[in-house]
């Protein structure tokens, strides 16, 4: 098993407000390896985003991380300073947002924003770092790169925005990538080809990528493991083949089970009753309990952790007997 | 009893709000709202709470004049801050001045505030060759700066009225004058709620069962949009305030037998050499106050009503 | 672009011709033109001549050209009260104003876009709260106010400046400038201060507003994502972003600032347009009313239409698409 690239650990954010201090990410550890599509799927407002931004330190106050630990190669980063962080960012750890349209300076070309970027994290001259960006909207599939490079955002369509934004992100190879949502906001048509495009040259540049999404199907399709957050806690993590399949927390099976698909014969698609618990409204022991149709006492009296029934991991009482991590 | 009711709700929900909470975080408000409250009800009460009569011309006495405060060696507690050239008390006139500056703001304010609400409510729920009118107006006005429109009424009020008239006529003149100049504000913003809130399902409704256009303006889409209409108004009337201190201190605002702040500066400004400075400058400080006051009150509710903010 | 050039030109020529219907109604129906030139002993006969004489019963079309053709050619009638033709009071008059002006414009920028981007920028320092103080006390005094300030500290107490006039002139052929003069320059000090105060208020105000709104945007978040520093953050992308509707409001504050002069001008007894159309408004002068309209009207159509130009050269996406609506 290689060294995670990246460790977190009971990672916490909250909330400072005037009704008292809301927990939004509520105790989370995961690993993810080098060179992993590593996919956090959820509903909005599950805490997937805020998970992100806390990676890459740009937490929005009030929000700020208030337990736990963040590793990357070994190093802490949870606590840096702004400007070392700020060196890490771009070239350590890059993210790409939802909407390529508002993530653009609309006053800038393209060609220069990339340029730019590159100029801030290497030593390349200006004249390499113009060759290496046509090779970069080269390589993120757009045509006329050469062309192209003196345009603006907005004479480009949504598609083609969201390779630059990609392009951007990659543009000084980082090690890791966080992608909050980006195909949301896109086309259906263009969507699959985003998604193809952000893990072929992940495999290639060796990158590992976050996934952060609510939509299933994305996660299907290129991730390697995925995590399923809750109320902005962990609820189950593992291959994705196996949770796909076999999804064992109730929640993920009700979040597989609505994914309609075109192969097997068609069944009903299975809802979960109720909504998941704003921040004000979580209840004690598992926040799921009140919509979980196997809930017993322990389940409303002691939260779950995240029990090792190896292939994955799951935080439900459910699988205490499973439990093959040594501990009891 | 339901009436009574729902205001006590109201008031539990106020000051349980957001807005309280703003309000009560911020000293400097509070402060504010405290010098504000002072200075109007002293304005309104002035005819009673003013040692002087300052407008009746029988109670002067030009051996009076160019008393100086009380403080100094010549002045006299008759005269709390001194007199003008004509022997009027300055404190009584700041207070009857004041009646007269906030009298102007409020009606011009208001009258602005209808004219512009009902253009806004109009435009934006009607439509079509009305709305461009009224839009293409705002446009062209909004360009030219408030005091020339001010002061071109005034003009033509002027050689249009007798003298004597004129007299008469001035504060509805330069109310009139005011309002007109700043309808612009609230009826842009009103159109762009009221157009808004055209689209949502209780006007559909409305629509459905039949009202007449007037009513679902009025009675419907009228109470959700007054929101910013408050805050403008406040911004607004301190706008007011400046701008009738202004024209009155150019000469061609209230009539010099009714002095308000601004005709008071004036008169002191000729004599700021001589050395009698507190004919200009008491006058001018209530000023400032009175229109700081009012700008803090509008800066704060302003962000205690921006969503964007929390 | 062109076509733009075009539209624009004639959408001014429109806002012209509707002025100028203003002004002539002002000119020709706002009092009698007849009385205020004679005297009372008058007879009814040679009143009616010189109606007959001054084209008064023309038919109102006639007149209304007529009309426009002498505003165009620069005649513009008798003054009542002074009894000399109105341009050459107007000629004498403009450089005294626009002088006046121009100085108290740029004061306000140099002064203003600083401030305003420090006080977007660190908004909780001590300097930024001097800078709000002021602000505030800026738009709380009225112009008059802080000109008569000005005068009691620094002309009558301090005696460092002239407390009115314009100091010694220098007559370049049809211009006079005060601006080339030990005296004059020491004259325009406070004017221009005073006249300035209200729109430096004003920029600083935008400036942060808009500042502080851009700072918000995902494009800056994105470019902070990719680790640029604090310096191309703030002042490549942000400072770019928020300067655009600066420029548009203060191009278009500059014709409010002609028209304020008339307060300025009259504390400071200083010879310019508005002094005199001030002067006109307190006699009922109306061909000196009327020509200050049209001349007003005059220099923000050339000043909106300059701004507009301004706004599309350094706007790209309003270069190519006209009907793009702008996201500020």
């Known amino acids: ?328 | 009893m339901k009436s009574v009711l729902r205001i006590q709700d109201t008031v539990y929900r106020f000051f349980d709000s957001d807005i309280w909470y703003s309000f009560k975080k911020s000293k400097v408000t509070i402060a504010a709202a405290c010098v504000t409250v002072i200075m109007i009800l002293s304005a309104l009460t002035a005819p009673w709470i003013a040692p002087h009569n300052t407008f009746d011309p029988a109670t002067l006495d030009l051996m009076d004049a160019f008393t100086p405060p009380v403080w100094y060696e010549d002045g006299t507690p008759k005269f709390l801050l001194g007199t003008d050239d004509q022997g009027r008390d300055i404190f009584s006139t700041i207070l009857y001045g004041s009646r007269i500056s906030l009298f102007v703001a409020f009606a011009s304010m208001l009258l602005a505030m209808i004219l512009g609400v009902t253009l806004g409510l109009v435009s934006g729920y009607l439509g079509g060759a009305i709305e461009s009118i009224i839009m293409r107006i705002a446009d062209v006005q909004i360009s030219f700066p408030a005091i020339l429109i001010v002061l071109l009424i005034s003009g033509v009020a002027r050689s249009v009225l007798p003298n004597v008239r004129h007299e008469e006529m001035a504060v509805w003149v330069l109310i009139f004058a005011i309002g007109i100049s700043n309808w612009v504000h609230f009826a842009r913003t009103v159109r762009g709620s009221t157009m808004v809130e055209k689209n949502m399902e209780y006007v559909q409704s409305a629509r459905v069962i039949g009202r007449r256009r007037a009513a679902i303006m009025f009675r419907h889409i009228l109470p959700n949009v007054m929101g910013p209409v408050l805050v403008i108004g406040t911004i607004g009337l301190a706008v007011a305030v400046l701008t009738e201190a202004t024209i009155s201190f150019l000469g061609v605002g209230v009539p010099p037998t009714e002095p308000s702040l601004g005709t008071l500066i004036r008169i002191g400004q000729s004599f700021l050499f001589a050395g009698e400075w507190w004919i200009v400058i008491f006058p001018g400080v209530a000023l400032i106050i009175l229109v700081l006051a009012v700008n803090l009150l509008g800066d704060w509710m302003r962000d205690a009503l921006n969503p964007k903010l929390r | 672009m062109p076509a733009l050039i075009i539209r624009r030109i004639i959408q001014s020529v429109l806002v012209m011709l509707t002025v100028a219907v203003v002004a002539f109604t002002l000119f020709r129906y706002v009092g009698d033109p007849v009385s205020q030139m004679v005297g009372q002993e008058t007879t009814i006969a040679e009143r009616e001549q010189l109606r007959e004489d001054l084209g008064l019963n023309d038919p109102i079309i006639v007149q209304f050209v007529r009309f426009a053709l002498n505003t165009v050619q620069g005649k513009f009638g008798i003054s009542f009260r002074l009894g000399r033709p109105v341009n050459e009071l107007f000629a004498e008059r403009l450089p005294a104003t626009l002088e006046l002006s121009l100085v108290a414009a740029l004061f306000s920028l140099v002064m203003g876009i600083p401030m305003g981007v420090y006080t977007g920028l660190y908004p909780d320092r001590v300097l930024s709260k001097v800078f709000q103080t002021i602000s505030l006390i800026g738009i709380s005094l009225p112009t008059f106010l802080i000109g008569i300030l000005l005068i009691l500290f620094f002309g009558v107490l301090l005696s460092w400046l002239p407390t009115f006039g314009r100091g010694d002139v220098i007559q370049l052929g049809w211009w006079s400038t005060g601006l080339l003069t030990d005296s004059g320059l020491k004259a325009v000090v406070m004017p221009a201060f005073t006249l300035g105060m209200f729109q430096l208020t004003l920029i600083m105000r935008l400036v942060r507003s808009e500042i502080m709104e851009v700072l918000r945007t995902d494009y800056i978040k994105f470019a902070r994502a990719r680790g640029l520093t604090n310096r191309a953050v703030h002042f490549g992308h942000a400072l770019k972003n928020t300067l655009v509707p600066v420029i548009t409001i203060t191009g278009l504050q500059l014709g409010s600032i002609i028209a304020f002069a008339i307060i300025t001008e009259t504390v400071f007894q200083w010879p310019g347009m508005g002094l005199l159309f001030l002067q006109s408004i307190q006699f009922a002068d109306v061909p000196v009313m009327s020509t200050y309209l049209i001349l007003i009207a005059f220099f923000f159509v050339v000043i909106n239409l300059i701004v507009d130009i301004l706004y599309h050269v350094v706007d790209p996406r309003l270069r190519f698409d006209e009907s793009v609506v702008l996201s500020h």
């Not at chain 1, 990672?11 to 939004?24: C, M, S, Y």
């Not at chain 1, 934004?165 to 985003?194: F, G, H």
């Not at chain 1, 409204?281 to 190896?310: M, S, V, Y």
């Open chain 1, 1 to 328: 098993m290689p060294e995670p690239l990246l460790k977190i650990e009971h990672l916490g954010i909250e909330f400072h407000t005037r009704r008292g201090t809301l927990v939004a990410v509520d105790d989370i550890s995961f690993d993810v390896l080098p060179g992993e599509v590593f996919g956090i799927v959820g509903e909005s407002g599950a805490g997937k985003s805020l998970t992100g931004q806390a990676i890459i330190g740009l937490l929005e106050p009030p929000g700020r991380i208030g337990a736990g630990r963040i590793f990357l190669n070994d190093q802490r980063i949870d606590q840096l300073p702004y400007h070392q962080m700020r060196r890490i960012r771009g070239k350590k750890i890059g993210m790409i947002f939802q909407d390529p349209l508002t993530s653009l300076n609309p006053l800038y070309t393209v060609g220069k924003q990339l340029v730019e970027t590159i100029l801030t994290h290497s030593e390349m001259t200006p004249n390499q770092a113009h060759q290496h960006t046509i090779a970069l909207l080269d390589e993120v599939g757009i045509p006329a790169a050469e062309k192209r490079i003196g345009h603006y955002p907005h004479q480009f369509s949504g598609g083609m925005r969201q390779r630059v934004v990609i392009a951007l992100a990659l543009c000084v190879s980082p090690s890791l990538i966080i992608a909050d949502e980006p195909t949301t906001a896109l086309d259906v048509s263009i969507q699959a080809q985003i998604i193809a495009l952000l893990k072929g040259l992940c495999k290639e540049h060796d990158t590992a990528v976050i996934l952060i999404t609510h939509d299933m199907g994305v996660i299907a399709e290129i991730s390697d493991r995925v995590a399923v957050m809750y109320a902005g806690r962990l609820v189950e993590v593992g291959e994705v083949r196996d949770i796909v399949k076999n999804p064992k927390h109730p929640y993920s099976q009700g979040l597989m089970g609505s994914i309609p698909s075109l192969h097997h014969k068609s069944e009903e698609l299975i809802q979960i009753e109720g909504t998941m618990p704003g921040l004000m409204e979580i209840p004690p022991g598992c926040a799921f309990h009140p919509r979980c149709p196997h809930a017993f006492d322990r389940c409303r009296q002691r939260r779950p952790g995240l029990i090792d029934t190896k292939p994955s991991k799951v935080a439900c009482w459910l699988f205490e007997n499973e439990d093959r991590s040594g501990n009891t």
